[in-house]
């Protein structure tokens, strides 16, 4: 293992792994589209940065037992042998310290478009901070960097109600450890982030073959519409 590592946290492309506000607002098929190719464009990303090795946790399911889906190769993953999404994540970056890991930094597969430029100033910073945040503007995180992980600033994750971005701070400030914060950025979770991200990266979508218009395709919900039922997350 290379000192830098950079660290997928992927679910199987399928609806009842997926985040619900995907399904919601794209409908079940086309939520599957934008998230397969969200994930490949993280991944491309990840696989662009010079000096570092890239390990993917994948919670596979019976119809996507590998990543031929992500890639034609198969890179490889960790299987999450836990029940909660963060006791794999937190897992996962152990192990990658275990296999000889020195800094360990977790981008968000729903971030696409984040610059190259974050990555490798996350590797840098982490040799003189504990920790590094890119927040997304929704309150969550598209890259979180490690030279350690402290488990207990984790207890109870998601935080119900919580800027997950401010409290993943406050707690790694409680713990005495010194934080560099990457700019804001996105997280594709509806129209709006969807056609920004498109827009920014030139990416242009397709559904059954045919580019997806996210006018037509997506149109708004009358004010007060109920949504679809959504099974909930992995």
């Known amino acids: 293992m290379k000192d830098n590592c950079i660290l997928l ?3 199987a492309p399928a609806v009842p792994a997926l985040e619900p506000a995907l399904v919601e607002n794209f409908g079940s ?3 599957v589209t934008v998230y397969t190719e969200m994930a490949k464009q993280v991944f491309a990303l990840a696989r662009r940065q010079p000096d570092a090795d890239v390990v993917i946790c994948y919670w ?8 031929r889906w ?4 198969d890179p490889g993953f960790l299987v999450p042998r836990d029940q909660t999404f963060i006791e794999s994540f937190i897992k996962s970056v152990r192990w990658c310290f275990e296999a000889g890991a020195k800094r360990v930094v977790c981008v968000s597969a729903q971030s696409p478009g984040m610059a190259d430029e974050w990555i490798a100033k996350a590797f840098e910073m982490l040799a003189e901070r504990d920790l590094v945040l890119g927040p997304t503007r929704d309150g969550g ?3 979180l960097g490690f030279n350690g992980i402290k488990a207990d600033m984790f207890k109870d994750y998601p935080w119900t109600g919580e800027n997950k971005g401010v409290m993943i701070g406050k707690r790694a400030k409680s713990a005495g450890q010194t934080i560099y914060t990457l700019p804001e950025f996105y997280s594709v979770i509806d129209v709006d982030t969807l056609e920004e991200w498109l827009a920014k990266t030139d990416t242009v979508l397709k559904h059954n073959g045919a580019a997806v218009n996210t006018k037509k395709d997506f149109p708004a919900k009358p004010s007060g519409s109920p949504g679809p039922d959504i099974p909930p997350a992995a």
């Not at 596979?60 to 990543?67: F, G, I, K, T, V």
């Not at 992500?70 to 190769?73: G, N």
């Open 60 to 67: 596979r399911d019976s119809r996507h037992p590998d990543l």
């Open 70 to 73: 992500l890639d034609a190769d």
């Open 9 to 11: 946290t992927l679910p």
């Open 29 to 31: 098929d086309r939520a």
């Open 141 to 143: 995180w598209y890259l």
